[in-house]
């Protein structure tokens, strides 16, 4: 299964449209939306292409293969135009005798993490930061940020395919890979 990973879209049709141009070139089967999809929050500029009913369209349109974690962007009335699940504050996924949990960061992350047990990973996004690292005996990843990058990283996603999670900007260069 191949599987695009992306977060803090904060409402930018010109990145969501890059996105799932990525999403349909690469043949992904799935798409995981960390977070703050629609709006860009009090701390941040506005980004590139600010038009969430733009993104509301492009995401309903392939709403069946979207799995999506609550950011701390997103709002109940959020649900009410998007037709995929955005409320939830976690997933999990099992992938190589490790459970990958997945989240926006801003309850969960490497500070305060959740249950983990050796070997697994923590996804987020929220930071708007690319990394992979580890800390204790566990992984984390984060995919950075599609439309407001910060700490001079481009605007990125991440793909995992066959054990293997990398982060790309948008011209496909490789910022960071790890084989689990």
Partial sequence: MKILFASDIHGSEYYTKKLVEKYKELKCDKMILLGDILYHGPRNDLPKGHNPKGVIALLNAMSDEILCVRGNCEAEVDQLVLS??????????????????????HLFNT?????????????????????????????YINPGSVSIPKEGNPPSFMLYEDGKFTIFDFDMNILNEVAI
């Fill in 84 to 105: 995929f699940s955005c409320m939830s504050d976690s997933l999990v996924l099992f992938e190589k005798g490790r459970m990958l949990f997945i989240t926006h960061g």
């Fill in 111 to 139: 500070a305060n993490p959740p249950k983990l047990k050796n070997g697994d990973i923590l996804i987020h996004g929220h930071t708007h930061v690319q990394t992979v690292e580890k800390f204790g005996n566990n992984l």
